[in-house]
């Protein structure tokens, strides 16, 4: 991604804006892990849209005036010769002049001065904060904070929230986009194989993990776009499963859901194989239903089709096979062996922050997550494939990491 990008990205979330408006964005700040430690660093994923920046404490102010003229500026933490001896050094304003393309370079500290200064002016009747919360306990963002303060301090400014605009901006994936993408999905794959050769009755699930870090390692710092989920045995049957304690036994499937981070873009990708690298005949008929489901689905996804009706086609497909298998005595009952949904959006979030399509267009991405989990059988495993709809139809953007049994033994053995 380059500044022509970021520019572009702001230019239609201003549109989007209202006349007589502000709009603030935060980067967000570190969050403490322990006395002397916090967690790493990881910024608010519509900052980074709209300015590339990923530097702590850093601030996207911009305005709106009555005629509908724009203007920017970004504030950026000072230089500290002690603090960046200890945590690094802090981004110059020529930097980030260059990556994001705003001129108007400030430091943090000028912030709630010049903001201060603007609502007093009289010019601007609204201000647009990303407001957005998962679950109501959520702890408060900034830009809720922020919210709070102006409450109190600005009662004249109308609160506008901008995350559905940006939600909005990010549900059609651009070009560079689609090929950083691309390029996730060639590290996802090199992942994967790595853990397909390595394994072996005995293995741990760390060790599968170790396998799957070293791969990515070897393309650059960014590594995956998410926790890997790595189990083996029953651990299959927790979805999101982190613990990677467990040890694979001969004759164990090792589900894995893995997805690299590449210029912004993630992936997320899942296969289902043998620890032993061989199949067994109650193996292969599950994977081939979740297979042949997978491979239908790609082959009537198009444009105009309606988003709800991919996750209803994949339970309904599944389920008449799974039937036709003899594993499932009626189609109503599918939920006894499938447990989540079979389709999310992805890009900057490995489940997109988008806003929900009803009607499929070109260039939307999205899993087809097809998950089979039989705890009877002691067998849990997904396909998840990344979906790019196309002006005709769509394209499989992970169907060159090993998907089939064929393909899957051919690798490990």
């Keep these: ?19 007589g408006s502000l709009a603030v964005f935060f980067s967000g700040c570190e969050l403490r892990k322990t006395i002397d430690e916090y967690y790493p660093f990881f910024a608010q994923r519509n900052f980074v849209y709209l300015t590339g920046i990923e530097q702590k404490n850093t601030f996207l102010l911009a305005g709106k005036d009555s005629a509908g003229s724009t203007w920017e500026r970004l504030y950026i933490l000072p230089p ?21 393309g705003v001129a108007d370079i400030r430091y943090e500290q000028n912030f709630l001065a010049d903001f201060r ?41 109308k609160i506008e929230n901008s995350n559905p605009i940006l939600r909005k901006l990010r549900t059609v994936k651009q070009p560079c986009e689609i090929e950083a993408l691309r390029k996730a999905e060639e590290i996802t794959r090199s992942g994967i ?35 890997p989920i790595i189990s083996a045995g029953n651990n299959n049957f927790c979805i999101h499963y982190y613990a990677y304690t467990g040890q694979a036994h001969d004759g164990d499937m090792i589900l894995n859901d893995v997805g690299a981070k590449w210029n912004h873009m993630i992936n997320d990708v899942s296969r289902g194989f043998p620890c032993n690298g061989k199949f067994m005949d109650k193996q292969k008929l599950l994977y081939n239903c979740a297979l042949e489901t997978s491979n239908y689905m790609f082959s009537i996804i198009r444009p105009g089709m309606k988003m709800a009706d991919v996750d209803r086609t994949i339970r309904e497909y599944n389920a008449q096979l799974l039937v036709d298998a003899g594993v499932l005595d009626d189609v109503a009952n599918v939920g006894r062996y499938m447990w989540h949904g079979g389709a999310h959006h992805i890009g900057y979030d490995v489940h997109d922050a988008i806003a929900t399509p009803e009607i499929i267009t070109p260039n939307m991405t999205f899993c087809v997550d097809v998950g089979i989990y039989h705890e009877d059988w002691g067998i849990g495993f997904r396909v998840e494939d ?28």
Excluded at 1 to 19: C, D, I, L, Q, V
Excluded at 144 to 149: D, G, K, R
Excluded at 389 to 396: D, H, I, K, L, M
Aim: proline residues 7%; glycine residues 6%.
């Design 117 to 157: 200064a603007l609502t007093v002016s009289g010019a601007y009747e609204n201000l647009y904060l990303d407001l957005y919360r998962q679950n109501a306990e959520d702890p408060d963002s900034p830009a809720h904070s922020f919210c709070a303060l102006v409450a109190r301090d600005y009662p004249f400014l």
């Design 193 to 227: 194989i790595a853990m397909m050769k390595a394994s072996r009755p005995g293995m741990y699930e760390y060790q599968y993990k170790a396998e799957f870090d070293r791969a990515l390692g070897q393309y650059g710092p960014q590594g995956p776009g998410f926790p």
């Design 1 to 19: 991604m380059n500044k022509t990008y970021f520019t572009g990205n702001r230019r239609r979330a201003y549109e989007s804006m209202k006349p």
């Design 80 to 100: 500290d010769a002690m603090a960046e001896r200890w945590t690094g050094r802090r981004v110059k304003p020529a930097e980030v002049e260059a990556v994001s």
């Design 386 to 413: 990344n979906c790019l709809v196309t002006e005709s139809g769509c394209e499989n953007l992970s169907a060159g990491i090993p998907r089939t049994i064929e393909e899957i033994e051919d690798i490990m053995n």
